[in-house]
């Protein structure tokens, strides 16, 4: 018997929501559970005897936004993987939900592939990254890159902590009283060696390597 996996989404814009459940149906092995217009009324939908698997929440809706929504299921209900519906990539608004529980994120306009792609991936290795052209193992490491968290300098070490908060990268260089140009190149490296390549996916390695 197949092992049918849950899908329930919060999103304040109705024609959105449902065609997404309608696309999330046609998956083989998902089916969506319920769909809801903001977080207050996602979380009174919630039966024990049968949770979602995933919660894909959006970030700004009324009532009860995403971050409130977040923090209340990774409190409640920690089983829930939580992926983030952003329509674009702002920085600060997903990092600010990956500190409230989310596993990864994934944008209004990815392709149905990569919307699989990241049930799939969330749901087998616990967290999701969504860095453009990169292939990605269960650490969050490229499998090219011989970087692992033990292999970081001091200041790498603290730059990556950082980025999990919502300072800019000018108060990053400053909390860590170095140019801009240091900080760049301390980023740099940090790219090379975890494999990543956004700002977004360093701070969801920090948090699951439990450095925040």
Same mark, same amino acid.
């Given at each position: 018997?197949?092992?049918?996996?849950?899908?329930?989404?919060?999103?304040?814009?109705?024609?959105?929501?449902?065609?997404?459940?309608?696309?999330?149906?046609?998956?083989?092995?998902?089916?969506?559970?319920?769909?809801?217009?903001?977080?207050?009324?996602?979380?009174?939908?919630?039966?024990?005897?049968?949770?979602?698997?995933?919660?894909?929440?959006?970030?700004?809706?009324?009532?009860?936004? =995403?971050?409130?929504?977040?923090?209340?299921?990774? #409190?409640?209900? +920690?089983?829930?993987? !939580?992926?983030? /519906?952003?329509?674009? @990539?702002?920085?600060?608004?997903?990092?600010?939900?990956?500190?409230?529980?989310?596993?990864?994120?994934?944008?209004?306009?990815?392709?149905?592939?990569?919307?699989?792609?990241?049930?799939?991936?969330?749901?087998?290795?616990?967290?999701?990254?969504?860095?453009? =052209?990169?292939?990605?193992?269960?650490?969050?490491? #490229?499998?090219? +890159?011989?970087?692992? !968290?033990?292999? /970081?300098?001091?200041? @790498?070490?603290?730059?990556?902590?950082?980025?999990?908060?919502?300072?800019?990268?000018?108060?990053?260089?400053?909390?860590?009283?170095?140019?801009?140009?240091?900080?760049?190149?301390?980023?740099?490296?940090?790219?090379?060696?975890?494999?990543?390549?956004?700002?977004?996916?360093?701070?969801?390695?920090?948090?699951? #390597?439990?450095?925040?």
């Amino acid at each position: 018997m197949t092992d049918v996996k849950y899908i329930a989404i919060a999103d304040d814009h109705a024609m959105f929501r449902k065609t997404l459940a309608i696309l999330i149906n046609l998956f083989p092995d998902y089916k969506v559970l319920f769909d809801a217009p903001n977080g207050k009324d996602f979380i009174s939908r919630l039966d024990r005897k049968q949770l979602p698997d995933i919660a894909l929440l959006d970030i700004h809706m009324p009532v009860m936004d =995403g971050y409130d929504t977040a923090a209340w299921l990774h #409190n409640n209900h +920690s089983q829930i993987k !939580i992926l983030v /519906l952003s329509t674009m @990539e702002d920085e600060t608004s997903i990092i600010k939900m990956l500190r409230n529980g989310a596993k990864g994120y994934v944008l209004k306009d990815a392709d149905p592939h990569e919307l699989k792609y990241s049930f799939d991936e969330v749901l087998s290795h616990e967290y999701f990254y969504n860095d453009p =052209g990169k292939e990605l193992s269960n650490t969050g490491l #490229n499998q090219s +890159s011989p970087g692992t !968290i033990f292999q /970081l300098t001091q200041p @790498e070490t603290e730059y990556l902590k950082y980025t999990a908060t919502e300072m800019s990268s000018k108060e990053i260089a400053g909390m860590m009283n170095i140019s801009m140009r240091s900080a760049e190149t301390i980023r740099d490296s940090l790219y090379q060696k975890l494999g990543l390549n956004t700002r977004i996916s360093m701070a969801l390695f920090a948090i699951e #390597n439990n450095l925040v």
